[in-house]
């Protein structure tokens, strides 16, 4: 597939300036967990096709922490770890992008973009990627109960469960860099092993420009990243490709998260 092309980028762009585009996670800053080391659709709402049996994905390594903010820094990969929402023109362009450059991602679906745009998890499932929880509604979930978090939780979960046989590996919090005790162990309650967090932040959902979304990445990227970015932004379109040459130029390959911690 071709990338996507300048009038393409504008016109998105123009949709964005007019408050089309959902704007992604309002958090700044880098996570505090400390980076682990080694010792998974229907394509309309009701759907039922099964992801990718367990036992046919990456087995994860032994001995890894609860929270998880990078990958082994001896591997020569990276997982670019995309928040999952916004116009759907501009993920499939971003999935296109990945495609031309045979990059894996790591998508942090929000559980209401999924109710809305049910065919992205088999789109995102059949380009070889991976599916994560990134709760429901994307709200603040470290300012919730207990109770609130865990249905934040729980009903993306289960929605993802519907949409591909598995509620996926990961979970993310919303607006938050990590996760507090309390939404630590809602995660656990509701079936996570893990929570994923991320030691590069893109900062793409500041619509800083293409420019300095690839600058941003590319200074601080290496063995082991997992970087955090987000679909709705045509800034981080434009970014992707030059992010995915300069990952290639340095030997280091995009893959899921499971497989950079397998």
Same mark, same amino acid.
């Given at each position: ?73 001896? +591997? ?23 495609? +031309?450059?045979?990059? +894996? ?158």
């Amino acid at each position: 597939m071709t990338p996507f092309d300048r009038r393409g980028l504008l016109r998105l762009a123009a949709l964005g300036a007019a408050g089309t585009l959902t704007s992604a996670c309002a958090a700044a800053g880098a996570p505090t967990p400390a980076t682990a080391t080694p010792s998974a659709a229907g394509s309309a709402a009701g759907g039922s096709a099964p992801a990718p049996a367990a036992d046919a994905l990456p087995r994860l390594a032994s001995g890894l922490p609860f929270e998880i903010a990078g990958g082994p820094r001896t +591997r020569a990969a990276v997982a670019l770890t995309f928040h999952g929402q916004g116009d759907p023109r501009i993920a499939e362009a971003l999935l296109a992008e990945a495609a +031309r450059a045979d990059a +894996r991602l790591t998508v942090m679906a929000v559980g209401s973009w999924l109710d809305e745009q049910p065919a992205m998890a088999s789109r995102i499932l059949d380009g070889g990627h991976e599916l994560g929880n990134h709760t429901q509604n994307h709200r603040a979930i470290s300012t919730m109960s207990a109770d609130r978090a865990y249905q934040e939780i729980a009903r993306c979960a289960q929605r993802l469960k519907q949409l591909t046989g598995s509620q996926g590996r990961w979970f993310r919090p919303s607006q938050a860099a990590d996760c507090t005790p309390t939404v630590a162990a809602q995660a656990r309650r509701a079936g996570y092993a893990h929570c994923l967090g991320y030691d590069l932040d893109s900062l793409d959902y500041t619509d800083p420009g293409a420019e300095a979304v690839t600058r941003t990445v590319l200074a601080a990227v290496r063995p082991g990243s997992v970087v955090s970015m987000h679909f709705g932004h045509t800034g981080t379109v434009a970014a992707l490709p030059a992010i995915l040459d300069g990952l290639h130029r340095r030997g280091l390959r995009a893959v899921t998260t499971s497989e950079l911690l397998s």
